[in-house]
């Protein structure tokens, strides 16, 4: 597999989830949202496999949800309504936000799966007891999935897990250090790319595969881009525009870090090897900087996203919030506050998944970009 | 027309203006708490306020504030307000609207006293924490999560225990914040007292079972407040008793809360709060009066979790099971068996786009309703305090023609 074949995944994962239960004989697992403890699904033997939509238009789902529901959500539905999920054992929804939640309800009632867990995930993070729920829930977690892919998750399987989770996490903030020392190795669609299949492909074979894109990336004897390129940090949800990557580069930016559950959020962390697999699995959750639907203090945001700015030495930052999305439109302001106090210039772009991005918030962006 | 007013008099319910009387002396303590050394807490409606009655901490409730400012018609300029502070307009207009009010003071009461900590408890939505994180922020105030984890299909084993622990996490904060231990034989006295006082706002909910029903869901809305803030205090349940009182004299008097009740309705979401008269009105000249609601039924459908000997242990369930925070099958159950008690023969339902966790999924409610008891409803979409979402002449076209379809049924 190359990074084409990487693109190609995203336009239709579905059929690749079905060759992977078909060649590999593995069971298929969906999920939402980069809160759902990936490693436990793998450890009991399946492969975890993340709902992106890939339709442009909305008809099933508008009989269940209102048009002020945010775009990934109705799609989600517009996705297994219309049978493409099929494919699916079975489907985990972490508790995140009010919609995902009633997402989770509307699934439940109409979209047949083999199973349907829930996996209700405290909202604070920052207190003893949170901490013990969490560890409770992710128990709890492993034992509705022993029994509903009839497998025991042994702790020689949860140790395996972590590992080669580190592994992936550790080479894609590989890929992530090398594109920032030379931007032109990598483009930003090429590395948003490979965040968005490790979350879909088999692991093992992914754990290759960026191995293989790292040594290739490393045997490349170009020289280092030395051309003037303004450095942007993204932070929102995510970003299902590869199109974006290509505005950004086409108007002479780059993008060098990100906030976004389908980027750093996604690979940041590592899982500690030596002690309890279930307790490092929380400790993860518990440290990393968390969604705007979970709690972990008042500032914490703000702060990582100005250490961000500094550490990644960025120029500017672009707010990238789907339109009716409560948690990052409500974080928005106070983060701009920051942001601005300390001069550094932001833009926000607000989006739909089903749209392309529109002519008027490219030009708005290029604008910003000038600016900068 | 000279012969409408008393009749029109004789519909009024009195306890109105005690009600009136009782809200206005709260908000006048609680806006001169500086001056006396009482400390003021701004909690959430499904927040467990007893424990701040227990330490003689003033309640605030935002959401109240948010209806004042929907009912006093100033929701769209605050909603504006807080757009230009860079809210997106898509955004809780109860929180938007707070928000816009705090810096400048702007509201119907001047804006809220200022709180000495806050105590958000997520078991209606997720936005009341970003809501309460940033009022954290602008007061500078501390800030309790009372974190009740979603009721999908279950309460699990282990969300009890958590509950459980965090509401004694709850009581240290307060401990810590008032400079004072808690009092548990206090507590003992204030859970009795929420739970009579809940007792007694179903009993008065309850009274709409008759036909015709004393009391609308549009009265219901109003005599809400004091079931949220100040549960746990005598002044409730004399009020309550009193209205209940009232409810049972206008049941032999045979007064309804319209003039010919054909027609029972249930509501189903928050009030649009700029419109109730209008609504009613509308209704009303159907001869349908709204009998019930899903909302103001909230403060006494977990009653049945709470063991008034054992109140803080058992409130962990209650708190964590109501309404809001249980899955959509579940509220579709809430609302038939409210269906049947009230004898209800038809739903209208608010999909208020301020509030995702109450709207989104309604469609599938409305669903269920249709197959288990084949009574007709209504979706109209609006907004509970922004008026700008409201579009009358829509709104009007479809009332009328949903009546249109309940006369033939
Ligand atoms: S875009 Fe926002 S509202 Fe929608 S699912 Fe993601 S976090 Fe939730
Ligand atoms: S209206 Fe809905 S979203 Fe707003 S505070 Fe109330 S429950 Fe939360």
Same mark, same amino acid.
């Given at each position: 597999?190359?990074?084409?074949?990487?693109?190609?995944?995203?336009?239709?994962?579905?059929?690749?989830?079905?060759?992977?239960?078909?060649?590999?004989?593995?069971?298929?697992?969906?999920?939402?949202?980069?809160?759902?403890?990936?490693?436990?699904?793998?450890?009991?033997?399946?492969?975890?496999?993340?709902?992106?939509?890939?339709?442009?238009?909305?008809?099933?789902?508008?009989?269940?949800?209102?048009?002020?529901?945010?775009?990934?959500?109705?799609?989600?539905?517009?996705?297994?309504?219309?049978?493409?999920?099929?494919?699916?054992?079975?489907?985990?929804?972490?508790?995140?936000?009010?919609?995902?939640?009633?997402?989770?309800?509307?699934?439940?009632?109409?979209?047949?799966?083999?199973?349907?867990?829930?996996?209700?995930?405290?909202?604070?993070?920052?207190?003893?007891?949170?901490?013990?729920?969490?560890?409770?829930?992710?128990?709890?977690?492993?034992?509705?999935?022993?029994?509903?892919?009839?497998?025991?998750?042994?702790?020689?399987?949860?140790?395996?897990?972590?590992?080669?989770?580190?592994?992936?996490?550790?080479?894609?903030?590989?890929?992530?250090?090398?594109?920032?020392?030379?931007?032109?190795?990598?483009?930003?669609?090429?590395?948003?790319?490979?965040?968005?299949?490790?979350?879909?492909?088999?692991?093992?074979?992914?754990?290759?595969?960026?191995?293989?894109?790292?040594?290739?990336?490393?045997?490349?004897?170009?020289?280092?881009?030395?051309?003037?390129?303004?450095?942007?940090?993204?932070?929102?949800?995510?970003?299902?525009?590869?199109?974006?990557?290509?505005?950004?580069?086409?108007?002479?930016?780059?993008?060098?870090?990100?906030?976004?559950?389908?980027?750093?959020?996604?690979?940041?962390?590592?899982?500690?090897?030596?002690?309890?697999?279930?307790?490092?699995?929380?400790?993860?959750?518990?440290?990393?900087?968390?969604?705007?639907?979970?709690?972990?203090?008042?500032?914490?945001?703000?702060?990582?996203?100005?250490?961000?700015?500094?550490?990644?030495?960025?120029?500017?930052?672009?707010?990238?919030?789907?339109?009716?999305?409560?948690?990052?439109?409500?974080?928005?302001?106070?983060?701009?506050?920051?942001?601005?106090?300390?001069?550094?210039?932001?833009?926000l772009i607000e989006m739909e998944d089903q749209a392309s991005i529109g002519e008027r918030l490219k030009t708005r962006f290029e604008a910003f970009l000038e600016m900068i | 027309m000279a012969e409408k007013d008393p009749e029109k008099e004789k519909r009024k319910i009195k306890a109105v203006a005690r009600m009136k009387e009782i809200m206005t002396t709260y908000y006048i303590e609680a806006k001169m708490a500086e001056g006396t050394g009482k400390k003021v807490a701004w909690i959430t409606s499904g927040g467990p306020v007893e424990p701040l009655i227990v330490m003689d901490v003033i309640p605030i409730y935002p959401e109240n504030h948010g209806a004042m400012i929907g009912a006093s018609k100033m929701g769209a300029d605050l909603c504006e307000k807080a757009e230009i502070m860079g809210f997106s307009r898509d955004l809780c207009s109860y929180a938007r609207s707070d928000i816009a009010c705090a810096p400048i003071n702007a509201g119907p009461i001047g804006g809220l006293p200022k709180p000495d900590m806050l105590i958000c408890c997520n078991n209606i939505c997720g936005t009341v924490l970003k809501w309460y994180e940033i009022q954290a922020r602008h007061f500078n105030a501390p800030l309790f999560i009372l974190d009740t984890p979603f009721c999908h299909t279950e309460f699990s084993k282990e969300a009890k225990k958590y509950v459980l622990k965090q509401l004694y996490e709850y009581i240290a904060f307060l401990e810590r914040n008032c400079g004072k231990p808690f009092d548990y034989d206090k507590m003992?006295?204030?859970?009795?007292?929420?739970?009579?006082?809940?007792?007694?706002?179903?009993?008065?909910?309850?009274?709409?079972?008759?036909?015709?029903?004393?009391?609308?869901?549009?009265?219901?809305?109003?005599?809400?407040?004091?079931?949220?803030? &100040?549960?746990?205090?005598?002044?409730? %349940? *004399?009020?309550?008793?009193?209205?209940?009182?009232?409810?049972?004299? $206008? @049941?032999? /008097?045979?007064?309804?809360?319209?003039?010919?009740?054909?027609?029972?309705?249930?509501?189903?979401?928050?009030?649009?709060?700029?419109?109730?008269?209008?609504?009613?009105?509308?209704?009303?000249?159907?001869?349908?009066?709204?009998?019930?609601?899903?909302?103001?039924?909230?403060?006494?459908?977990?009653?049945?979790?709470?063991?008034?000997?054992?109140?803080?242990?058992?409130?962990?369930?209650?708190?964590?099971?109501?309404?809001?925070?249980?899955?959509?099958?579940?509220?579709?159950?809430?609302?038939?068996?409210?269906?049947?008690?009230?004898?209800?023969?038809?739903?209208?339902?608010?999909?208020?786009?301020?509030?995702?966790?109450?709207?989104?999924?309604?469609?599938?409610?409305?669903?269920?309703?249709?197959?288990?008891?084949?009574?007709?409803? &209504?979706?109209?979409?609006?907004?509970? %305090? *922004?008026?700008?979402?409201?579009?009358?002449?829509?709104?009007?076209? $479809? @009332?009328? /023609?949903?009546?249109?379809?309940?006369?033939?049924?």
């Amino acid at each position: 597999m190359n990074i084409e074949d990487l693109h190609n995944l995203q336009n239709d994962p579905y059929n690749y989830a079905l060759r992977l239960k078909k060649e590999g004989g593995k069971k298929v697992v969906g999920y939402f949202c980069s809160y759902t403890p990936e490693e436990l699904i793998f450890a009991a033997g399946a492969t975890p496999f993340r709902i992106f939509g890939t339709r442009s238009t909305i008809n099933l789902a508008d009989a269940h949800l209102q048009s002020y529901c945010c775009s990934p959500v109705r799609i989600a539905l517009e996705e297994a309504l219309s049978g493409k999920t099929t494919v699916l054992d079975g489907i985990v929804f972490p508790h995140t936000c009010d919609s995902i939640q009633r997402l989770s309800d509307i699934w439940r009632l109409n979209v047949p799966l083999p199973f349907h867990i829930d996996v209700v995930l405290p909202v604070k993070l920052n207190s003893e007891s949170a901490r013990e729920y969490m560890i409770d829930v992710l128990h709890k977690f492993m034992k509705e999935l022993e029994k509903n892919l009839e497998v025991k998750i042994t702790e020689e399987a949860l140790r395996h897990a972590i590992a080669l989770y580190n592994k992936i996490r550790e080479s894609i903030k590989t890929i992530s250090d090398m594109r920032l020392i030379n931007p032109s190795l990598l483009k930003g669609s090429d590395f948003y790319s490979i965040v968005k299949s490790s979350m879909i492909m088999d692991r093992n074979d992914l754990a290759q595969i960026l191995s293989h894109i790292i040594q290739d990336l490393g045997a490349k004897k170009e020289t280092p881009d030395v051309t003037f390129r303004k450095r942007l940090v993204l932070t929102g949800a995510m970003c299902n525009h590869p199109d974006f990557y290509q505005i950004v580069e086409d108007g002479g930016g780059v993008v060098v870090w990100d906030d976004l559950c389908t980027g750093s959020r996604y690979f940041e962390g590592q899982l500690d090897s030596t002690g309890d697999p279930v307790i490092s699995i929380a400790e993860r959750y518990l440290h990393r900087i968390e969604c705007p639907a979970k709690h972990s203090g008042l500032s914490t945001r703000a702060e990582n996203l100005l250490d961000i700015v500094q550490n990644k030495n960025a120029d500017g930052v672009v707010f990238l919030i789907h339109k009716f999305c409560d948690p990052h439109s409500f974080d928005y302001p106070y983060l701009k506050k920051h942001l601005d106090n300390e001069r550094i210039p932001n833009t926000l772009i607000e989006m739909e998944d089903q749209a392309s991005i529109g002519e008027r918030l490219k030009t708005r962006f290029e604008a910003f970009l000038e600016m900068i | 027309m000279a012969e409408k007013d008393p009749e029109k008099e004789k519909r009024k319910i009195k306890a109105v203006a005690r009600m009136k009387e009782i809200m206005t002396t709260y908000y006048i303590e609680a806006k001169m708490a500086e001056g006396t050394g009482k400390k003021v807490a701004w909690i959430t409606s499904g927040g467990p306020v007893e424990p701040l009655i227990v330490m003689d901490v003033i309640p605030i409730y935002p959401e109240n504030h948010g209806a004042m400012i929907g009912a006093s018609k100033m929701g769209a300029d605050l909603c504006e307000k807080a757009e230009i502070m860079g809210f997106s307009r898509d955004l809780c207009s109860y929180a938007r609207s707070d928000i816009a009010c705090a810096p400048i003071n702007a509201g119907p009461i001047g804006g809220l006293p200022k709180p000495d900590m806050l105590i958000c408890c997520n078991n209606i939505c997720g936005t009341v924490l970003k809501w309460y994180e940033i009022q954290a922020r602008h007061f500078n105030a501390p800030l309790f999560i009372l974190d009740t984890p979603f009721c999908h299909t279950e309460f699990s084993k282990e969300a009890k225990k958590y509950v459980l622990k965090q509401l004694y996490e709850y009581i240290a904060f307060l401990e810590r914040n008032c400079g004072k231990p808690f009092d548990y034989d206090k507590m003992k006295e204030v859970g009795r007292l929420s739970v009579e006082g809940q007792r007694l706002w179903r009993a008065v909910l309850d009274t709409a079972a008759h036909k015709p029903s004393p009391l609308s869901a549009f009265d219901a809305f109003f005599h809400l407040a004091m079931i949220v803030t &100040l549960r746990g205090t005598q002044v409730v %349940v *004399d009020y309550y008793a009193a209205l209940l009182n009232e409810m049972n004299e $206008r @049941i032999t /008097a045979g007064i309804g809360a319209i003039p010919n009740e054909r027609y029972r309705l249930l509501w189903d979401n928050l009030p649009i709060w700029y419109r109730t008269k209008w609504l009613s009105e509308k209704f009303a000249s159907y001869d349908a009066c709204l009998v019930a609601d899903t909302y103001t039924s909230a403060w006494c459908g977990v009653l049945k979790y709470i063991d008034e000997n054992d109140f803080l242990n058992t409130i962990a369930e209650a708190y964590s099971r109501i309404y809001l925070n249980i899955g959509i099958d579940q509220m579709a159950d809430e609302i038939l068996s409210i269906v049947d008690r009230y004898d209800v023969n038809g739903i209208v339902m608010h999909s208020n786009r301020s509030c995702k966790p109450y709207s989104l999924g309604q469609y599938d409610i409305q669903k269920i309703i249709r197959e288990k008891r084949g009574i007709p409803s &209504l979706i109209i979409e609006a907004d509970m %305090v *922004d008026e700008r979402s409201f579009t009358e002449s829509q709104i009007e076209t $479809r @009332i009328d /023609a949903f009546m249109e379809v309940m006369r033939g049924t």
